[in-house]
Nanobody, 117 residues
Framework: QVTLVESGGGLVQPGGSLRLSCVASGFIFRLKSMGWYRQAPGKQRELVAQVDSGDSTTYGRSVKGRFTVSRDGAKNTVSLQMNSLEPEDTALYFC???????????WGQGTQVTVSS
């Protein structure tokens, strides 16, 4: 079993920055990727950013150029630096880890990010 614990959410004004962090613990084996998804009220969960075991990154279209994802393989952590935040970035942000032969997904509990003046 894998446990993911997120931190760093909060309230920020438009144009501001936040940094999210996630620590994975438990049985981590054949890691495929770690990353972040988000879900706003009434919308589907969407990919924000992810980094694979080879440190290649993928970003959602709406955050490219504003957000940066990074991973520390030795510490099993993934971080998301969010700059130039917009009200449309308001959502519950979930840490994700994918591993194993069947690419099993694990999810954190979520951390709320609210962008508002």
């Amino acid at each position: 079993q894998v446990t993911l614990v997120e931190s760093g959410g909060g309230l920020v004004q438009p144009g501001g920055s936040l940094r999210l962090s996630c620590v994975a613990s438990g049985f981590i084996f054949r890691l495929k990727s770690m990353g972040w998804y988000r879900q706003a009220p009434g919308k589907q969960r969407e990919l924000v950013a992810q980094v694979d075991s080879g440190d290649s990154t993928t970003y959602g279209r709406s955050v490219k150029g504003r957000f940066t994802v990074s991973r520390d393989g030795a510490k099993n952590t993934v971080s998301l630096q969010m700059n130039s935040l917009e009200p449309e970035d308001t959502a519950l942000y979930f840490c994700n880890l994918q591993q194993g032969a069947e690419w099993t997904n694990y999810w954190g509990q979520g951390t709320q990010v609210t962008v508002s003046s």
